[in-house]
């Protein structure tokens, strides 16, 4: 995979400018606020169809314009394809991919494959659940389109369920007659979604035990558990009946629980990973810096595996990532960056080798070619 030239047009402060990549290296250098990470968050969107910064597209518009414009034009295997994307009005207005016009943004979602690394990302293990379950959600979707419509088809249900609950503190009527039909929907769903889940996370701890022990040269052990439905003990997610039937008993048995909450108590949405180090709780008990090398080990894992499942490694944009690191973690991760297209932001002006350096001041781009540092 790899983005050959992006052109955007109203785009956060991005008046107009056109940026091509090299294969390998590409650096944007530049002050704070002058569109280094609007440029890295065209990229993302073009990828997933979400930005990584903000939840309405509106944001996304030059202040006063009404319309914005991402373009984008990558490789992927041997073929030279195209993005292109038309943002108005707080939604996506219209979607091109190879110049035919395509009904929803969801259908791009595993075209151009990225793995975005940020600050935010390097407390993966210390926030919250939903952080880990975005996590999963992102990674999976990548490369398999059926779980991502698993997912929508998920959360269209889940919503007119809780919509139910809801509605049944004035009148129980409709939640009694019909709550079993949603409950079925949402544990059929769920069963899909919960194996895939746990699949990804078995694959996904073989390279973070090797990621961890390469930037650590420590005898310290990760691990990490996929915490769905059935808990901890689970543990049979192939069974896709058996879960489903699971869940459902769960959603049926405990209905004043839920009218109590307001709100639907099992299933995906409440999906949790278990990261652990020598079977203590990596959340509660590791350091800071065991916690940064464990998100840096599942970031890096998750490109392995989308190189896996693909055939071809993603590209990667580090939004001011490098800067967060200690001097360790930097270098094990610039290393094994090697010989993939990676697109970094940085406001340092040394440590780095470019084989393509950008200038990025007030919206604009400037290519000045490969550079061995930045003095």
Same mark, same amino acid.
């Given at each position: 995979?790899?983005?050959?030239?992006?052109?955007?047009?109203?785009?956060?402060?991005?008046?107009?400018?056109?940026?091509?990549?090299?294969?390998?290296?590409?650096?944007?250098?530049?002050?704070?606020?002058?569109?280094?990470?609007?440029?890295?968050?065209?990229?993302?969107?073009?990828?997933?169809?979400?930005?990584?910064?903000?939840?309405?597209?509106?944001?996304?518009?030059?202040?006063?314009?009404?319309?914005?414009?991402?373009?984008?034009?990558?490789?992927?295997?041997? @073929?030279?394809?195209?993005?292109?994307?038309?943002?108005?009005?707080?939604?996506?207005?219209?979607?091109?991919?190879?110049?035919?016009?395509?009904?929803?943004?969801?259908?791009?979602?595993?075209?151009?494959?990225?793995?975005?690394?940020?600050?935010? *990302?390097?407390?993966?293990?210390?926030?919250?659940?939903?952080?880990?379950?975005?996590?999963?959600?992102?990674?999976?979707?990548?490369?398999?389109?059926?779980?991502?419509?698993?997912?929508?088809?998920? *959360?269209?249900?889940?919503?007119?369920?809780?919509?139910?609950?809801?509605?049944?503190?004035?009148?129980?009527?409709?939640?009694?007659?019909?709550?079993?039909?949603?409950?079925?929907?949402?544990?059929?769903?769920?069963?899909?979604?919960?194996?895939?889940?746990?699949?990804?996370?078995?694959?996904?701890?073989?390279?973070?035990?090797?990621?961890?022990?390469?930037?650590?040269?420590?005898?310290?052990?990760?691990?990490?558990?996929?915490?769905?439905?059935?808990?901890?003990?689970?543990?049979?997610?192939?069974?896709?009946?058996?879960?489903?039937?699971?869940?459902?008993?769960?959603?049926?048995?405990? *209905?004043? @629980?839920?009218?109590?909450?307001?709100?639907?108590?099992?299933?995906? *949405?409440?999906?949790?990973?278990?990261?652990?180090?020598?079977?203590?709780?990596?959340?509660?008990?590791?350091?800071?810096?065991?916690?940064?090398?464990?998100?840096?080990?599942?970031?890096?894992?998750?490109?392995?595996?989308?190189?896996?499942?693909?055939?071809?490694?993603?590209?990667?944009?580090?939004?001011?990532?490098?800067?967060?690191?200690? @001097?360790?973690?930097?270098?094990?991760?610039?290393?094994?960056?090697?010989?993939?297209?990676?697109?970094?932001?940085?406001?340092?002006?040394?440590?780095?080798?470019?084989?393509?350096?950008?200038?990025?001041?007030?919206?604009?781009?400037?290519?000045?070619?490969?550079?061995?540092?930045?003095?």
């Amino acid at each position: 995979m790899q983005a050959k030239k992006i052109t955007l047009c109203n785009f956060r402060n991005i008046k107009s400018a056109e940026i091509s990549f090299h294969p390998e290296i590409n650096v944007l250098c530049g002050d704070n606020a002058q569109g280094k990470t609007n440029l890295l968050e065209a990229l993302y969107f073009a990828s997933i169809g979400k930005s990584f910064r903000g939840q309405h597209i509106g944001e996304l518009i030059s202040f006063g314009e009404k319309q914005a414009f991402v373009s984008l034009d990558y490789k992927s295997g041997e @073929r030279e394809q195209s993005i292109s994307l038309c943002l108005s009005n707080n939604r996506t207005k219209e979607v091109q991919k190879n110049r035919v016009k395509i009904g929803r943004m969801s259908e791009i979602v595993g075209s151009f494959r990225t793995v975005l690394f940020c600050p935010e *990302h390097l407390s993966l293990i210390k926030d919250g659940p939903a952080e880990r379950r975005q996590f999963l959600d992102i990674a999976i979707s990548a490369a398999d389109p059926l779980y991502l419509a698993a997912l929508q088809r998920y *959360h269209r249900v889940l919503k007119q369920r809780n919509a139910l609950i809801k509605a049944a503190e004035k009148d129980r009527t409709m939640f009694d007659a019909t709550v079993e039909i949603w409950s079925r929907q949402l544990s059929h769903e769920a069963a899909f979604i919960a194996r895939s889940r746990d699949r990804y996370v078995k694959k996904a701890i073989e390279v973070v035990k090797r990621c961890f022990a390469d930037m650590t040269g420590s005898r310290e052990i990760p691990d990490l558990l996929y915490m769905g439905v059935g808990g901890k003990e689970y543990g049979d997610y192939e069974d896709l009946k058996k879960t489903e039937e699971l869940l459902f008993q769960k959603l049926s048995l405990h *209905h004043e @629980r839920e009218l109590g909450a307001g709100a639907t108590l099992w299933g995906t *949405h409440k999906d949790d990973i278990e990261v652990t180090l020598n079977e203590k709780s990596a959340r509660s008990f590791c350091s800071q810096g065991q916690q940064r090398s464990l998100a840096l080990a599942l970031k890096i894992a998750e490109g392995e595996l989308c190189a896996l499942d693909c055939g071809e490694y993603p590209v990667l944009l580090f939004d001011d990532v490098l800067s967060e690191l200690d @001097r360790g973690r930097r270098e094990y991760l610039l290393g094994h960056i090697k010989g993939k297209q990676v697109i970094m932001t940085t406001c340092e002006k040394e440590g780095f080798t470019a084989d393509h350096l950008i200038l990025v001041k007030n919206g604009t781009y400037e290519t000045v070619g490969k550079s061995e540092s930045f003095t």
